[in-house]
Structures are given as structure tokens and as C-alpha cells.
């Protein structure tokens, strides 16, 4: 995934981390690492389709200061909760924007289901697609709204890292 400037410059190359199924492991070899840029004053984080399952990807940017996540997608049918409640609740508990461009076609091995949407840190819907066609969208992302989001909603030094690691002893 590439992101490119209004001259042209490359911003950021980013590779998917999560492949899934045995399907993209068969085709395709895992990036490595998280990639980011700035523009025009916000962070922007990018994510691919499954690597958006794991929580613990949006939240590892979002430490570091990540205000948009731009996630390209090929979701097929059938993962409807996708866009309409993890696209959401991942801008939510991270409180950041969330770009989610998903395919809206059924070219390829999978019938994909749209409803590409941009989504505000609170979890609403700032623009949405149809399921399909060809479709554009655009939203302002707002830094006051962005930093009064975060200011009443402070998740990052509210979390408890040291205990989400101790583990959970299972019930007698």
C-alpha cells in the first residue's frame, strides 16, 4: 500500500502484516513492520484489510500518535460486522479517524462488500459508500475535535499495560 502526496512523492510503503487463511499465505509473504507518515499536520497510520482484525495494530500506532488510520480492504461477503462495527469501534477505543476503503465488486476470488466509510475518534460514521459500485468519499478531519476527543477520553494513560499481561487464572 503506498501513500502519495498531492506532488507525487511516496509518504509511506506499507506491507500487510496478518495475511489470511491459507489462501494469502499461499500468494503473498508478511511485511514486518508498522509504517506511518505526516500530512498536512496529522500522523496517518496504514493498516490492510485483515491486519485490521487485530486490535493490537491500531493500538500500537495510535501510542504513537497516529490521528488517521487508512485501511484498504478486499472484505467479502459474509463480514458485514466489519465496517459497520469494527471499522467504528477501532477508531473508538483508539480515538483517532479511521479511512476504511473496501472493494465493492465481484472481481476475483471473493465477492466484496463495500460500504467504505470514514469514521470519527467517537466511533461515528463521518461518510459511508453503498455496498456497490464505484463510489467517492470525503470528510474533514478536525484537529480541535480530534484533541477535545482525546483530552475527555484520555485511554492511554488511563490503561493498565502491567496488567494485561499477568494473565487470567481460569475458574475452579
Given at each position: 500500500?503506498?501513500a502519495?502526496d498531492?506532488?507525487?512523492?511516496?509518504?509511506?510503503?506499507?506491507r500487510?502484516?496478518?495475511?489470511?487463511?491459507?489462501?494469502?499465505?499461499?500468494?503473498?509473504s508478511?511485511?514486518?513492520?508498522?509504517?506511518?507518515?505526516?500530512?498536512?499536520?496529522?500522523?496517518?497510520?496504514?493498516?490492510?484489510?485483515?491486519?485490521?482484525?487485530?486490535?493490537?495494530l491500531?493500538?500500537?500506532?495510535?501510542?504513537?500518535?497516529?490521528?488517521?488510520?487508512l485501511?484498504?480492504s478486499?472484505?467479502p461477503?459474509?463480514?458485514?460486522?466489519v465496517?459497520?462495527?469494527?471499522?467504528?469501534?477501532?477508531?473508538?477505543?483508539?480515538?483517532?479517524?479511521?479511512a476504511?476503503?473496501?472493494?465493492?465488486?465481484?472481481?476475483?476470488?471473493?465477492?466484496?462488500?463495500g460500504?467504505?466509510?470514514?469514521?470519527?475518534?467517537d466511533?461515528?460514521?463521518?461518510?459511508?459508500?453503498?455496498?456497490?459500485g464505484?463510489?467517492?468519499?470525503?470528510?474533514?478531519?478536525?484537529?480541535?475535535?480530534l484533541?477535545?476527543?482525546?483530552r475527555?477520553?484520555?485511554?492511554?494513560?488511563?490503561?493498565?499495560?502491567?496488567?494485561?499481561?499477568?494473565?487470567?487464572?481460569?475458574?475452579?
Amino acid at each position: 500500500m503506498l501513500a502519495i502526496d498531492a506532488q507525487g512523492n511516496v509518504c509511506a510503503n506499507y506491507r500487510k502484516i496478518h495475511l489470511w487463511s491459507g489462501y494469502e499465505q499461499a500468494l503473498f509473504s508478511a511485511g514486518d513492520r508498522l509504517t506511518g507518515f505526516s500530512l498536512q499536520g496529522f500522523s496517518f497510520g496504514m493498516a490492510i484489510c485483515y491486519d485490521l482484525d487485530f486490535p493490537e495494530l491500531v493500538r500500537a500506532q495510535a501510542l504513537t500518535g497516529m490521528d488517521c488510520l487508512l485501511c484498504i480492504s478486499a472484505t467479502p461477503s459474509g463480514y458485514d460486522v466489519v465496517p459497520r462495527h469494527v471499522v467504528p469501534a477501532r477508531a473508538y477505543e483508539n480515538g483517532c479517524y479511521i479511512a476504511f476503503a473496501n472493494r465493492s465488486d465481484g472481481d476475483g476470488a471473493f465477492a466484496c462488500i463495500g460500504q467504505s466509510r470514514i469514521v470519527g475518534p467517537d466511533g461515528g460514521i463521518l461518510a459511508s459508500a453503498p455496498a456497490a459500485g464505484a463510489f467517492t468519499l470525503s470528510a474533514t478531519l478536525d484537529r480541535q475535535m480530534l484533541t477535545r476527543w482525546r483530552r475527555l477520553h484520555p485511554w492511554a494513560t488511563d490503561r493498565r499495560h502491567d496488567q494485561y499481561l499477568n494473565g487470567i487464572m481460569p475458574a475452579d
